[in-house]
């Protein structure tokens, strides 16, 4: 009986396992580039949202008449309850998705009729789960730009701030990483997919809850690093924790696929609107 039960486990663990794989292959592949399609080059980062119309399902519109006007070097806050928006946004930015109605461009032109791969060198994540890989820290850090040089992959760890933690491991740089990073802390595994996007030299940078599972001390050291980063580049970022964010050029607040407020910190703390709400909810 006892393997019999065990059997029975694998057995199941086999089939979940097969689901995933069927789900993979599956799966309809991204339509091919325009014909016409370009490369992006020497990009300035301005990006523009008009009147995007998006729904996942052709029944259910997810974004609702999305407009924003972005400039080179600005720094957009997206925030709002979850389920609002804010990383549909971003899959569209990413063309992960293509909108049914609407336009989105990146320095005057339309992302449609750029090519993805070129669209997506321009971009650089920091998520708030990071993927290490079973190698070196060196090789984890190259990821990003596979091309960069040694020196240049130590030059983006002193940028993101995590030079001083690599120092101390065992051996530094060619310390290789095991389990997806579970020799490391939270936070140095953040630390290293900060220096990770540094050394891609992107031209927009998006954060999508990049400190959102890591300690308030932690995020206080993390967040020097994403600074350094954001410097010059046009930079996206969704954050629950509004103390992330009350230094944005904009803020967007989200509601049901709605752009509701729109506008500083400090403005929006005026209007005693739904910013309002969020933000002094999180200090009761």
Do not use: C, W
């Given at each position: 009986?006892?393997?019999?039960?065990?059997?029975?486990n694998s057995?199941q663990?086999a089939?979940?396992g097969?689901?995933?794989?069927f789900?993979i292959?599956?799966?309809?592949?991204?339509?091919a580039?325009?014909e016409?399609a370009?490369?992006?080059?020497q990009?300035?980062g301005?990006?523009?949202?008009?009147?995007v119309?998006?729904?996942y399902?052709?029944?259910?519109v997810?974004?609702?008449?999305?407009?924003?006007?972005?400039?080179?070097?600005?720094k957009?806050?997206?925030?709002?309850?979850?389920?609002?928006?804010?990383?549909?946004i971003?899959n569209?930015?990413?063309?992960?998705?293509?909108?049914q109605?609407?336009q989105i461009?990146i320095d005057g032109t339309?992302?449609?009729?750029i090519?993805?791969?070129?669209?997506r060198?321009?971009?650089a994540?920091v998520l708030?789960?990071?993927?290490?890989f079973?190698?070196?820290?060196?090789e984890n850090?190259r990821?990003?730009r596979?091309e960069?040089?040694?020196?240049?992959?130590?030059?983006?760890s002193?940028?993101?701030g995590?030079?001083?933690?690599?120092?101390?491991?065992?051996?530094?740089y060619q310390?290789v990483?095991?389990?997806d990073?579970?020799n490391?802390?939270?936070?140095?595994?953040q630390?290293l997919?900060?220096?990770?996007?540094?050394?891609?030299?992107?031209?927009?940078?998006?954060?999508?809850?990049?400190?959102s599972s890591?300690d308030?001390?932690t995020?206080?050291?993390i967040?020097?690093?994403?600074?350094?980063l954001?410097?010059?580049?046009?930079s996206?970022?969704?954050?629950?924790?509004?103390?992330?964010v009350?230094?944005?050029?904009?803020?967007?607040?989200?509601e049901h696929?709605?752009?509701?407020?729109?506008?500083?910190?400090?403005a929006?703390l005026?209007?005693k609107?739904?910013?309002?709400?969020?933000?002094?909810g999180?200090?009761?």
């Amino acid at each position: 009986m006892n393997e019999i039960s065990n059997q029975y486990n694998s057995l199941q663990e086999a089939l979940a396992g097969a689901e995933r794989i069927f789900q993979i292959m599956d799966e309809i592949p991204e339509t091919a580039d325009a014909e016409d399609a370009v490369p992006l080059m020497q990009i300035r980062g301005d990006v523009q949202f008009k009147d995007v119309m998006f729904g996942y399902n052709t029944d259910k519109v997810v974004l609702n008449n999305i407009s924003l006007d972005v400039k080179a070097g600005q720094k957009i806050a997206l925030v709002g309850s979850t389920g609002a928006g804010k990383t549909t946004i971003i899959n569209l930015l990413s063309r992960f998705y293509d909108i049914q109605s609407g336009q989105i461009t990146i320095d005057g032109t339309e992302i449609k009729k750029i090519r993805r791969s070129s669209l997506r060198q321009s971009l650089a994540m920091v998520l708030q789960d990071t993927h290490l890989f079973t190698t070196t820290v060196m090789e984890n850090i190259r990821y990003g730009r596979l091309e960069g040089t040694d020196e240049e992959v130590i030059a983006a760890s002193i940028l993101a701030g995590a030079h001083s933690f690599i120092q101390r491991l065992p051996k530094a740089y060619q310390t290789v990483i095991e389990n997806d990073g579970g020799n490391l802390s939270q936070g140095q595994r953040q630390l290293l997919n900060i220096a990770r996007a540094t050394i891609a030299r992107p031209s927009i940078l998006i954060l999508d809850e990049a400190t959102s599972s890591i300690d308030t001390r932690t995020e206080q050291i993390i967040q020097k690093g994403i600074d350094q980063l954001m410097q010059g580049r046009t930079s996206f970022v969704i954050a629950h924790r509004l103390s992330t964010v009350h230094n944005a050029d904009e803020i967007m607040v989200l509601e049901h696929g709605e752009i509701i407020e729109r506008g500083t910190h400090e403005a929006l703390l005026k209007q005693k609107g739904r910013y309002y709400d969020l933000y002094t909810g999180q200090f009761d």
